[in-house]
């Protein structure tokens, strides 16, 4: 505490806190003594005659006998200082039989005692005198890193006689010592017996080592005895079984698909044998816990050391572990033997020799001999083989009967005289020898025919079994429980073969030879008994019952579930008696051999069945041990015997399946009640053991533990049901769900607390230290306390046992269970002779201690640590870890003895109906959430008094926002059930299940008065939970009073008292509405009240008391409105409507102007005024509405935060917000559902419309109508097809641009107008692969195709570039085909009509009259390629023969090139570029706000320029697909585009460059405005001039259409920036600008080429260039093969050839021509610099960059001849031109040709006549005359 009311402070402290005191034995006259220290104690541990004392401060004393001392005196009563600890800060300590061990703050561990066997873990060294450190070192596996090693810290250690574990940071077990103890391989004992004879000495382990089998899980605590550990786990995630094999990872389940049918199969071979890499025999039953806990993987029982057949030459081991490696195979398996364990173990059988010195009077012996005798026998899975070679075999315990006072009560272990092991339990080959004796097929491993029976003859076995045949069942059922030395083993089969209810196993002892019970008359029935009622009946239900636990609906289950069907048909034999089966792999059935006639005889028939004796054995064996398993979950009683060992890895725990499959075939054998539970759907128990708050490390504590053991067990203290030795942990089963909490190891036995308080204990019972009378105890056990009785601490010392618990008030209390310690004279005469107690007695001295809060033991001597009630702040700890683990306990009972035998009640789903059942189930299920937090605040409130005492770390404060959620939502369930009468309803399943009386509920509930309803009774018991939240405010402010109020903790309790006061009154107020509810609908009219009672729904006000009508309601009319928290419900006769109250808004009228007390309630579809009789009422109604409906639109977030934050709902919930509404008057909406954003009724903003049609709108409303972007799906009359649209909307129609997909395939992308398409837009019908692919691209109008537009016909060939009107064609266009074909003129209807121009591809052409598609009609002129032509008339179509009627002209020889040809003039029939795309440039004025081009204010515009990029740039963050569209580039334009060029004033060259800037980032992304206009732009081009339309004819229009676009983007510009001068003007030349500038005029010229074309051409460059290409196609082949063959020139040759100046050549070719060296001349070595520069003119796209490239190429030659000659001199074109011919034959420029005119074309007229004109006339004169060029 940081400021506790005291005055001394830490002196107070230290005086009250952390007391000792010791004492021993539990007599009257016991006065603990008090261990006197300066600092308080934190942690005492005590060896056999020593202890170890840890203090505040980390330091250590010890005290006691330590004859490891190097000082005089060995013993010290009073604590001396462990110096050798000092300066470390020890926060642990522990003490062994004759040493200790502390940990350190830093995790390290120092040993000193006793270390004869290396418990101290340093070699060397008999006895280690003072703490001296240990290494705990890790060694990696990696192989990688090897060499390296990691030191373990460690946080807890504990030690036994011989051994020491340690629980690292990591949660891993370490250890060191000698003996099983410490759980590694190879230090098990050298023999099994329980006697005490010489065992030849083990190795230490000196050095600690980690116990691997525990690895990867997570360890909570550990524990040591004298010679056996425990270790508490917590329970692993549970996984799905693996679906390949762990070592060879091929899959465990192949399917084989048949014509009919699917065989499924499980045998799967691994072929490295094993799956776990361990030896054979090792570890192959890993996985076989149990159905209930497949995620273990304990070994197959680790019984190798020392087992008298485990020897090397053991050839019945040898045999069995042969038959080991051939059987098992599939994991799926389960490992099935004559002598399986019910853990699934063997113990070691024994050789035939010593069988037969034996005498038939030992009835152990002969249990013995028949475990030895059939584990000889083949059968189809044996057990596991231990890690020596051979087989050990261990016996099944069975149940034996169950009385009123000892639930399970083990049978006395007896040891054979032999001195051999005793066996753990009766076999189930005992039970089995009994049915099965000698015959063929039969014997012992030894060979065939052998006997290893101790019978003489089968006649022996027959004459055995009609004696213990004698007693009926009737007798035996009747009878008291005799006292267990004379309970028969096979008495116990009787139990397991009940009709319904199959008992847990329980340990039992090898057969007296003096028994006197009976072999139940079911066993050795008569043939053809059967029936439910039957022994037949009674096996089979068993069976059944087994089966349906682990047979689930998997692929696995299949295989398996067909497997049962064979071994039914033993029990349906008349031959068969043996009740159980196994679900085994099919190859089980392969072992085939006649009944021994032993069974055939104990089956009172005279014929042999099919069945093998050793499936028979298996069989019987397999159904105990699976009955042992299944138990009702509504008598699940402590200490349950141990759970089943087997398990089919990957099955289900619903047996459905198999009940069913069974009921096919042997219906009239199963009971109705088994067919019953397992055939209909039920509400089970699973429910209750849900986790519904998380287990974090950080969090609370886990209350899913496992306890595992192992080490010496010959005393049972290792808790598996026998009294075997393991040095391989294994689980005990039977504590897996009981929330074990602490542990602790006495010298031979160990103790368990659990969450619930309750105590288990198992082990030795020498001196009642089990608190419970069972001597020994193989399983864990109840002790005997109390009612009442809370146990919450635990020490275990040598032979007693302390417990530490609550009682009637929150002092702890104390009781002692074990020896009394002779004390000396003045003792009774019982406490001198050491008495012991009979059960654990209380110790009278508890209660002047002060306040316990931990207990331990050790040797004789117990000790508790205490503190004093320092202002009250301890008591009240103590109060609230006492409240917490009572209420704890209370709900556990209530859940345990109400809730889940309600749950399995037959008729519980039938008589609460589908709906009330569900409601159950969630209450239930919310309940399991509460009572499991209440567990683990226990557990941590417990582990805070007993450690920190502080409020530090206290999770009701730490973890508050847990607490809330679970209450709130269980309040919830439980309101919900009330209101729709779930209690009054569950009344008679109550009765049902606990009989009219009820008195279970009574007594949980704590009632006396018998007039109370039953409902209530069960309303009040689970609004227990609820009320214990009272008790969190109480101790949280009773601890607050004990701190000062300024102090940090004051504040922290204070504000978590707060919290949890909000969260109390928050439940009272919602259990009070549910109250209300259920009291209205008890008094609403039936009818409506079927339709309207819903579990949320909850009444808030009701206008029956005519506080509210209807305005201009009628005379007679009733009106009833019903506020309810989710709706409003107007009620009239014998209907009713209800609004939803989230779409529900309320405005008061104004009484002023109307005089009335009325409210306006406005929902989507009608409005409507109330009228109140008073101003009081309207403020009620009116406050109740707004409030209702802000906690309908919060959907409960209003009440979580009122809880957090103490502030109501708002008063007036908002006008705009997000609700759902389905419409249900007549119109457009009409039962349409629309869920989104609303404004004062009406959809306003983004929402979603589903119509029950399967229409969807998805997207923004505006008013009530779809507006802006939206999604919408129509569906089709085909089936699974629909249009899509996506686009934008306006007053409920699509408008605007966006995309339709009609079903059909075709996709239209454009522009619409009242739902059709209208603008410019672009439809793509079909595929390539259907019959009739098409794009059309052009203008629409009223939904068909009007003006200028581009048809592509993908199937014929055709591509159209013309006029349309209504779908047609008609005005003038062009069409080019694929072939070659081009025409230019007039279209009609569709159809070539008139004037019109034909050109083929070889140049023939046609300029005429047309009547149809490529046909001919009327008067023309044929122009042939070479010159001729014949004019007249035509007729016919083009290709495919002509009629002519005309002249023949041929041009005369002497005639002009010019006037030979007649080639006609084209363009002249086309539409104009100024005329085409019309629609893409409206479309954009359009979003300028412009009804025309240059019609608008520019300030206009500007807005919405803005809009929509916020618009689109809103779009694209909503959206994924849309925001990953755009490049990183266009991210950055976007934000730069935000800022608008803004100027004063004439435009000077730097406001110019800013707007040029702008337009280029504009442009580069589509979400602006002109951004858009150019993709279209480019969109349509591309469309028109590539694929067909990349014909060289259509040149002169694609350059005309580029040069249109310049023009009309001109136009925009400069609407949008009217200072910016027309085209060709000069910008103003700024006062401050030099003359030198002055000469740069042309850069000032401004022009649409110079501000467009370098955003423009990019984009349109390869279809344009390609068409460039095509045209100049002839003259670019003669170029380029001049230039091939003069590029064969050397360098000096060539210069020669060009007539180039020889001054100008370069130094070394200069000096080669003079010298005339024979030397290979070199090429490429002129003017490189040059020729590289002007190949960058194929790189650049504008006129501009492509002269600026050429301007570069003049420079570099220039510069080249300037370093030659040393001087100045200035170019003459004689002298350049050779120069630059060299330089551009050298550059090799493929197509010279089309980039020479594609300049000419687009270059600015500005720069044609300056010094750029003249370089690129010299580049074309080039050109020319490399064309003419000849080598002669």
Same mark, same amino acid.
């Not at 306006?1290 to 408008?1295: F, L, S």
């Not at 040759?1693 to 020669?1696: D, E, G, N, R, W």
């Given at each position: 505490?940081?400021?506790?009311k005291?005055?001394s402070?830490?002196?107070?402290?230290?005086v009250?806190?952390?007391?000792?005191?010791?004492?021993?034995g539990?007599?009257?006259?016991v006065t603990p003594?008090?261990?006197?220290l300066?600092r308080?104690?934190?942690?005492?541990?005590?060896?056999?005659?020593?202890?170890v004392?840890?203090?505040?401060?980390?330091q250590v004393?010890? +005290?006691?006998e330590?004859?490891?001392?190097q000082?005089a005196g060995?013993t010290s009563p009073?604590p001396?200082?462990e110096?050798?600890?000092?300066g470390?800060?020890?926060?642990g300590v522990?003490?062994g039989?004759?040493?200790?061990g502390?940990?350190t703050?830093?995790?390290?561990v120092?040993?000193w005692?006793?270390?004869?066997?290396?418990q101290c873990?340093?070699s060397?060294?008999?006895?280690?005198?003072?703490?001296t450190?240990v290494?705990?070192?890790?060694?990696?596996?990696d192989p990688?890193?090897l060499?390296?090693q990691?030191q373990?810290k460690?946080?807890?250690l504990?030690c036994?006689?011989q051994?020491?574990? !340690?629980?690292?940071?990591?949660h891993?077990v370490?250890?060191?010592?000698?003996?099983?103890?410490?759980?590694?391989?190879?230090?098990?004992?050298s023999?099994?017996?329980?006697?005490?004879?010489?065992?030849?000495p083990?190795?230490?382990?000196?050095r600690p080592?980690?116990?691997?089998h525990?690895a990867g899980?997570?360890?909570?605590?550990?524990?040591?005895?004298a010679f056996?550990?425990l270790?508490l786990?917590?329970?692993? &995630?549970?996984?799905?079984?693996?679906?390949?094999?762990g070592?060879?990872?091929q899959?465990l389940?192949t399917?084989t698909?048949?014509?009919?049918?699917?065989?499924? $199969?499980d045998?799967?071979?691994?072929?490295?044998?094993?799956?776990?890499?361990k030896?054979?025999?090792?570890g192959?039953?890993?996985?076989?816990?149990?159905a209930?806990?497949?995620h273990?993987?304990?070994?197959?029982?680790?019984?190798?050391?020392g087992?008298p057949?485990g020897?090397?030459?053991g050839?019945?081991?040898?045999?069995?572990?042969q038959?080991?490696q051939?059987v098992?195979?599939?994991?799926?398996m389960?490992?099935?033997s004559?002598s399986?364990t019910q853990?699934g173990?063997?113990s070691p059988?024994?050789p035939?020799s010593s069988?037969?010195?034996?005498s038939?009077s030992?009835a152990?012996?002969?249990v013995d001999?028949a475990a030895?005798a059939?584990?000889?026998v083949g059968?189809p899975a044996?057990?596991?083989?231990t890690s020596?070679?051979s087989?050990?075999?261990d016996?099944?315990?069975?149940?034996?009967p169950?009385?009123?006072?000892h639930p399970?009560?083990p049978?006395?272990v007896?040891?054979?005289?032999s001195g051999?092991?005793p066996e753990?339990?009766?076999?189930?080959?005992?039970?089995?020898?009994l049915?099965?004796?000698q015959?063929?097929?039969?014997?012992?491993?030894?060979g065939?025919g052998a006997?290893?029976?101790p019978? #003489?003859?089968?006649q022996a076995?027959?004459?055995?079994?009609?004696?213990l045949?004698?007693h009926?069942?009737?007798?035996?059922?009747t009878a008291k429980s #005799?006292?267990?030395?004379?309970r028969s083993?096979?008495?116990a &089969?009787?139990?397991v073969?009940t009709p319904?209810?199959?008992?847990?196993?329980?340990s039992?002892?090898s057969?007296p030879?003096?028994?006197?019970s009976s072999?139940p008359s079911s066993m050795?029935?008569?043939?053809?008994?059967?029936?439910p009622g039957?022994p037949v009946?009674?096996?089979l239900?068993?069976?059944?019952a087994?089966?349906a636990?682990?047979?689930?609906?998997?692929?696995?289950?299949?295989?398996e579930?067909?497997?049962?069907?064979k071994v039914?048909?033993y029990?349906?034999?008349p031959t068969s008696s043996?009740?159980a089966?196994?679900?085994a792999?099919?190859?089980?059935?392969?072992?085939?051999s006649?009944?021994p006639?032993g069974l055939?005889?104990?089956?009172?028939a005279?014929?042999?069945?099919d069945?093998?004796?050793d499936?028979?054995?298996l069989?019987?064996?397999?159904?105990?041990?699976?009955s042992c398993?299944?138990?009702d979950?509504r008598?699940?009683?402590e200490g349950e015997?141990q759970s089943?060992?087997l398990s089919?890895p990957g099955?289900?725990?619903?047996?459905?399946? !198999?009940?069913?499959?069974?009921?096919?075939?042997?219906g009239?054998m199963?009971s109705?009640?088994?067919?019953?539970?397992?055939s209909?759907?039920?509400?089970?128990?699973?429910?209750?053991?849900a986790?519904?708050?998380?287990d974090?490390?950080?969090?609370l504590?886990?209350?899913?533990?496992?306890v595992w053991?192992?080490?010496r067990?010959?005393?049972g203290?290792?808790g598996?049901g026998?009294?075997?030795?393991?040095?391989?942990? =294994?689980c005990i089963?039977c504590?897996?769900?009981?929330e074990?909490l602490?542990?602790?190891a006495g010298?031979h036995?160990s103790?368990a607390i659990?969450a619930?308080s309750q105590?288990y204990?198992?082990?030795?019972?020498?001196?009642?230290?089990?608190g419970?009378m069972?001597?020994?105890?193989?399983?864990?056990?109840l002790?005997?306390?109390?009612?009442? %009785?809370?146990?919450?601490d635990?020490g275990?010392g040598q032979?007693?046992t302390?417990?530490?618990a609550?009682?009637?008030?929150?002092?702890?209390?104390?009781y002692y269970?074990g020896?009394q310690v002779?004390?000396?004279?003045?003792?009774?005469?019982q406490?001198?002779s050491?008495?012991?107690?009979?059960?654990p007695?209380l110790?009278?001295?508890?209660m002047?201690?002060?306040?316990?809060?931990? *207990?331990c033991?050790g040797?004789?001597?117990?000790?508790?640590l205490a503190d004093?009630?320092? =202002?009250g702040?301890?008591a009240?700890?103590h109060?609230l870890?006492?409240a917490?683990?009572?209420?704890?306990?209370?709900?556990?009972?209530?859940?345990t003895?109400?809730?889940?035998?309600?749950?399995?009640?037959d008729?519980?789903s039938?008589?609460?109906g589908?709906?009330s059942t569900?409601?159950l189930?969630t209450?239930?299920?919310r309940?399991?959430?509460?009572?499991?937090?209440?567990?683990?605040s226990?557990?941590?409130?417990? @582990?805070?008094?007993?450690?920190?005492?502080?409020?530090k770390?206290m999770i009701?404060?730490?973890h508050?926002?847990?607490?809330?959620?679970?209450?709130t939502e269980?309040?919830?369930?439980?309101?919900?059930?009330l209101?729709?009468g779930? +209690?009054?309803?569950?009344a008679k399943?109550c009765q049902d299940?606990f009989?009219?009386g009820?008195?279970? *509920?009574?007594k949980?509930?704590? $009632?006396?008065d018998?007039?109370?309803?039953?409902?209530d009774l069960?309303?009040?018991l689970l609004h227990?939970? %609820?009320?214990?939240?009272?008790e969190?405010?109480?101790?949280l402010?009773k601890?607050?009073?004990?701190y000062?109020v300024d102090s940090?903790?004051?504040?922290?309790?204070?504000?978590?008292?707060?919290?949890?006061?909000?969260?109390v009154l928050?439940?009272?107020?919602k259990?009070?509405?549910?109250?209300?509810t259920l009291?209205?609908?008890?008094?609403?009219?039936g009818k409506?009240?079927?339709s309207l009672?819903k579990p949320?729904?909850r009444?808030?006000?009701e206008?029956?008391?005519k506080a509210?009508?209807l305005?201009?309601?009628?005379r007679?009319s009733?009106n009833?409105?019903?506020?309810f928290?989710?709706?409003?419900?107007h009620a009239q006769?014998s209907t009713?409507h209800? +609004?939803?109250?989230?779409?529900?808004?309320?405005?008061?009228?104004s009484?002023?102007a109307?005089?009335?007390?009325?409210?306006?309630l406005?929902?989507p579809?009608e409005s409507?005024?109330?009228?109140t009789?008073?101003? =009081?009422?309207k403020?009620?109604?009116?406050r109740?509405?707004n409030?209702a409906v802000?906690?309908?639109? /919060?959907?409960?977030g209003a009440?979580t935060?009122s809880?957090?934050?103490g502030?109501?709902p708002?008063?007036?919930?908002?006008?705009?917000r997000?609700?759902?509404y389905?419409f249900y008057?007549?119109?457009?909406m009409?039962?349409a559902t629309?869920?989104g954003?609303w404004?004062a009724?009406k959809?306003?903003?983004r929402?979603?419309?589903?119509?029950p049609?399967?229409?969807v709108?998805?997207?923004?409303?505006?008013?009530?109508?779809?507006d802006?972007?939206?999604e919408y799906?129509l569906?089709s009359?085909n !089936?699974n097809?629909s249009?899509?649209?996506?686009?934008?909307w306006?007053?409920?129609?699509?408008?605007g641009f966006g995309t339709?997909r009609?079903?059909?395939g075709?996709?239209?992308e454009?522009?619409f107008?009242?739902n059709m398409?209208?603008?410019?837009?672009?439809l793509?019908s079909g595929k390539?692969?259907?019959s009739?692919p098409?794009v059309?691209?052009?203008q629409?109008?009223a939904?068909?195709k009007c003006?200028?537009?581009?048809l592509?016909d993908?199937t014929?060939?055709?591509?159209?570039m013309g006029?349309?009107q209504?779908?047609?064609r008609?005005?003038?266009g062009v069409i080019v085909t694929?072939?070659?074909?081009?025409?230019?003129?007039?279209?009609s209807?569709?159809k070539?009509?008139?004037?019109?121009?034909?050109?083929s591809e070889?140049d023939?052409?046609?300029?005429?009259?047309?009547s149809?598609?490529?046909?001919?009609?009327g008067?023309?002129t044929?122009n042939?390629p070479n010159g001729?032509y014949?004019e007249?008339s035509?007729s016919?179509?083009?290709?495919?023969?002509?009629k &002519?009627?005309g002249s023949f002209y041929k041009p005369n020889l002497?005639d002009s090139d010019k006037?030979k040809k007649?080639?006609?003039?084209?363009g002249?029939?086309v539409?104009?570029?100024?005329d085409?795309w019309?629609g893409?440039?409206?479309e954009?004025?359009a979003?300028?706000?412009c009804?025309a081009?240059d019609?608008?204010?520019t300030s206009? !515009?500007?807005?919405?320029?803005?809009?929509?990029? /916020?618009?689109?740039r809103q779009?694209?963050r909503?959206?994924?697909?849309?925001?990953?569209?755009?490049s990183?580039?266009?991210?950055?334009a976007?934000?730069g585009?935000?800022i608008i060029?803004?100027?004063t004033g004439?435009?000077t060259?730097? %406001?110019y460059d800013n707007i040029?800037r702008?337009?280029?980032?504009?442009?580069?992304?589509?979400?602006?405005?002109l951004?858009?206009?150019?993709?279209s732009l480019v969109?349509?081009?591309?469309?028109?001039y590539?694929?067909?339309?990349?014909?060289r004819r259509?040149?002169?229009q694609?350059?005309?259409e580029?040069?249109s676009?310049?023009k009309r983007l001109?136009g925009?510009v400069r609407f949008?920036f009217?200072d910016?001068?027309?085209?060709?003007?000069v910008?103003?030349e700024t006062?401050d600008?030099?003359t030198e500038?002055h000469?740069?005029v042309?850069r000032?010229v401004v022009s649409?080429?110079a501000?467009l074309?370098p955003?423009?051409l990019?984009?349109l460059?390869?279809?344009l260039?390609t068409l460039y290409a095509?045209?100049k196609?002839?003259e670019?082949?003669?170029?380029w093969?001049c230039?091939?063959r003069?590029?064969?020139q050397s360098?000096q @040759?060539?210069?020669?050839f060009?007539g180039?100046?020889?001054?100008?050549w370069?130094a070394?070719?200069?000096?080669?021509?003079e010298?005339?060296e024979?030397?290979?001349s070199p090429?490429d070595?002129c003017?490189a610099a040059?020729?590289?520069?002007l190949?960058?003119?194929?790189t650049?796209f504008?006129?501009?960059?492509k002269l600026q490239v050429?301007q570069q190429?003049?420079e570099?030659i220039?510069?080249?001849?300037?370093?030659l000659?040393k001087?100045s001199?200035?170019?003459s074109?004689?002298d350049?031109?050779p120069?630059f011919?060299?330089?551009?034959?050298?550059?090799?420029i493929r197509n010279?040709g089309?980039?020479?005119?594609l300049?000419?074309?687009?270059?600015?007229p500005c720069v044609?006549?300056g010094?750029?004109g003249i370089?690129?006339t010299t580049l074309?004169?080039c050109?020319y005359q490399?064309?003419?060029?000849?080598i002669?």
């Open positions: 505490m940081e400021k506790q005291s005055s402070g830490e002196e107070q402290r230290s009250d806190r952390g007391l000792l005191h010791t004492w021993k539990y007599s009257c006259s003594q008090k261990v006197l300066s308080p104690v934190l942690q005492a541990a005590l060896g056999y005659k020593h202890g004392l840890l203090v505040e401060g980390g004393y010890s +005290f006691g330590l004859p490891w001392k000082t060995t009073d001396i200082l110096a050798g600890l000092s470390q800060k020890v926060v522990a003490a039989g004759f040493h200790s502390a940990v703050e830093d995790g390290g120092h040993m005692g006793d270390n004869a066997h290396g873990g340093l060397g060294l008999a006895t280690v005198p003072n703490p450190p290494a705990v070192v890790d060694h990696p596996s990688a890193s060499g390296l990691t373990v460690i946080l807890e504990a036994g006689e051994h020491t574990l !340690a629980l690292s940071a990591r891993e370490w250890s060191w010592g000698t003996g099983p103890q410490l759980g590694l391989p190879g230090t098990g004992t023999t099994t017996s329980s006697t005490h004879a010489a065992t030849p083990l190795t230490p382990t000196w080592q980690k116990v691997e525990l899980r997570h360890v909570l605590q550990v524990a040591c005895g056996h550990s270790a786990v917590r329970c692993p &995630i549970s996984h799905p079984p693996p679906d390949k094999c070592q060879c990872h899959l389940y399917m698909d048949k014509e009919d049918h699917v065989i499924i $199969s045998n799967h071979r691994c072929p490295l044998l094993v799956e776990t890499g030896p054979a025999g090792e192959e039953g890993e996985g076989e816990c149990g209930d806990d497949n273990h993987t304990t070994d197959d029982r680790r019984r190798s050391e087992s057949a020897g090397k030459g050839l019945l081991g040898q045999q069995q572990h038959r080991q051939e098992k195979s599939s994991p799926s389960p490992l099935l004559s399986t853990h173990h063997s059988p024994r035939p069988l037969s010195t034996h038939t030992n152990s012996s002969c001999a030895a059939t584990a000889g059968s044996q057990d596991e083989v020596s070679g087989e050990t075999t016996a099944v315990p069975l149940p034996p169950q009385d009123s006072e399970e009560q049978q006395q007896q040891e054979s005289s051999s092991r753990g339990g009766a076999t189930a080959g005992a039970a089995a020898v049915l099965q004796g015959g063929p097929g039969t014997g012992s491993g030894s065939p006997k290893n029976s019978y #003489p003859d089968e076995v027959k004459d055995y079994l009609k004696k045949s004698d009926s069942i009737a007798d035996q059922a #005799p006292p267990l030395a004379q083993q096979v008495d &089969i009787a139990d073969f319904d209810e199959p008992q847990p196993l329980s039992t002892s057969l030879s003096s028994s006197t072999i050795l029935m008569p043939a053809g008994a059967g029936g039957g009946g009674a096996a239900n068993s069976l059944v087994s089966c636990s682990v047979v689930g609906e998997r692929v696995a289950s299949t295989c579930a067909l497997s049962l069907r039914m048909s029990y349906y034999q043996s009740s089966a196994s679900v792999s099919d190859s089980s059935a392969n072992s085939t006649s009944a006639p055939v005889a104990a089956g009172g005279g014929t042999q069945g069945t093998a004796p499936e028979a054995l069989n019987l064996e397999e159904s105990i041990q699976k398993s299944l138990g979950v008598r699940q009683e015997a089943r060992r089919l099955l289900l725990s619903q047996g459905r399946y !198999a009940v069913q499959l069974l009921a096919t075939s042997y009239g199963l109705p009640r088994l067919l019953r539970r397992y209909r759907s039920r509400v089970k128990a699973a429910l209750l053991d986790v519904l708050v998380a974090d490390d950080n969090l504590p886990s209350l899913q533990t496992e053991s192992w080490g067990g010959q005393e203290q290792l598996h026998d009294l075997q030795s393991g040095s391989q942990p =294994m089963k504590l897996s769900n009981k074990v602490r542990i602790a010298a036995h103790v659990t619930q105590c204990s198992w082990g030795s019972n020498s001196s009642g230290q089990l419970h069972e001597t020994p105890s193989t399983i864990p056990r002790a005997k306390l109390s009612e009442g %009785i809370r146990v919450w635990v275990a032979q007693h302390l417990l530490l609550d009682g009637d008030c929150f002092q702890p209390i104390l269970s020896q002779k004390e000396g004279a003045g003792q009774t005469s406490e001198s050491g008495g012991y107690t009979q059960q007695v110790l009278p001295f508890c002047n201690i002060g306040y316990v809060s931990s *207990v033991a040797g004789q001597v117990c000790a508790a004093k009630n320092v =202002m702040f301890i009240s700890l109060e870890a006492a917490e683990r009572k209420c704890y306990c209370k709900l556990t009972s209530i859940k003895q109400v809730l889940q035998p309600l749950l399995n009640a008729n519980l039938t008589t609460l589908p709906a569900a409601l189930q209450l239930i299920g309940f399991n959430g509460v009572c499991q937090l209440t567990g683990q226990a557990a941590s409130l417990t @582990a805070l008094v007993r450690h920190l005492k502080d409020c770390g009701l404060l730490e508050t926002h847990l607490f809330t959620d679970t209450y269980y309040s919830s369930a439980l309101g919900d059930y209101v729709m779930g +209690f009054q309803a569950l399943p299940v009989g009219k009820c008195e279970v *509920v009574f949980l509930v704590d $009632s006396t018998d007039t109370v309803p039953l409902p069960l309303l009040s227990q939970p %609820i009320k214990h939240l009272q969190y405010t109480r101790m402010l601890l607050a009073t004990c000062e940090a903790d004051y504040q922290r309790l204070q504000e978590g008292c707060s919290r949890f006061e909000s969260l928050h439940l009272k107020r259990r009070k509405e549910a109250d209300y009291h209205f609908w008890r008094s609403f009219p409506m009240t079927d009672r949320s729904r009444l808030v006000c206008s029956s008391n509210l009508t305005q201009n309601a009628g007679f009733v009833w409105f019903i506020l928290n989710d709706a409003l419900v006769f009713h209800v +609004f939803p109250l989230s779409s529900l808004w309320v405005d008061p009228i009484e002023e109307t005089g009335l007390n009325g409210l306006k406005t929902t579809e409507f005024t109330l009228l009789s008073s101003p =009081m009422e403020s009620k109604w009116l109740s509405i409030q802000e906690q309908a639109l /919060s959907g409960g009440e935060s809880l957090t934050s502030v109501g708002k008063a007036d919930p908002p006008i705009s997000t609700a759902s389905t008057k007549e119109g457009r009409k039962e629309y869920e954003r404004l009724g959809p306003h903003g929402g979603v419309v589903k119509w049609d399967g229409r709108y998805t997207g923004t409303f505006k008013n009530g109508l779809e802006g972007f939206g799906i569906p009359k !089936a097809k249009d899509h649209y996506q686009g934008n306006k007053e409920g129609k699509m408008h339709y009609y079903a059909t075709e996709v239209y454009g522009c107008q009242d398409r209208h603008g410019h837009g672009m793509r390539l692969n259907s009739s098409s059309f691209i052009g629409w109008h939904d068909r003006g200028y537009g581009v592509d993908i014929r060939g055709e591509k159209y006029q349309w209504d779908d047609l008609h005005g003038n694929q072939f070659g074909l081009y025409y230019e003129g007039g279209f209807n569709n070539m009509m008139g004037s019109g121009v034909l050109l070889d023939t052409s046609f300029e005429g009259e047309f149809e598609d490529w046909t001919l009609s008067k023309g044929l042939m001729d014949i007249g035509f016919g179509v083009w290709g495919s023969g002509l &002519i009627s002497f006037d007649h080639t006609p003039r084209l002249r029939l539409v104009g570029a100024e085409k019309l893409v440039f409206e954009y004025w979003k300028l706000g009804h081009a019609q608008g204010e206009k !515009a500007w807005d919405n320029i803005a809009v929509a990029l /916020s618009t689109n779009l694209h909503d959206s994924p697909e849309l925001r990953r569209s755009l990183r580039s266009q991210h950055k976007l934000e585009l935000e060029p803004q100027h004439p435009v060259m730097e %406001i040029r702008y337009l280029i980032k504009a442009c580069d992304t589509a979400l602006h405005p951004g858009r206009l150019l993709e969109g349509v081009y591309r469309m028109t590539v694929g067909v339309g990349a014909n259509l040149l002169p694609a350059v005309s580029i040069k676009y310049l001109f925009i949008l009217p910016l001068p027309d085209e060709g003007c910008i103003p006062a600008e030099t500038a000469l740069e042309p000032r649409s080429s501000l074309l955003v423009l990019p984009r460059y390869p279809p260039f095509l045209d196609e002839k670019d082949d003669a170029y093969e230039v091939s003069l590029n064969k360098d @040759a060539l210069l020669v060009l180039v100046n020889q001054k100008f370069p070394s070719t200069a000096n080669q021509g010298n005339q024979v030397a290979s090429k070595g003017f040059a020729v590289e520069t190949q960058q003119i194929s650049t504008t006129p501009a960059d050429i190429t003049f570099e220039t510069q080249e001849v300037l370093a000659l001087e001199f200035l170019w074109m004689d350049l031109f120069v011919l060299y330089v551009v034959l050298r550059a090799r010279l089309s980039e020479v005119s300049i000419e074309d687009l270059m600015d044609m006549h010094e750029h370089m690129f074309k004169a050109y490399i064309q003419q060029e000849r002669t």
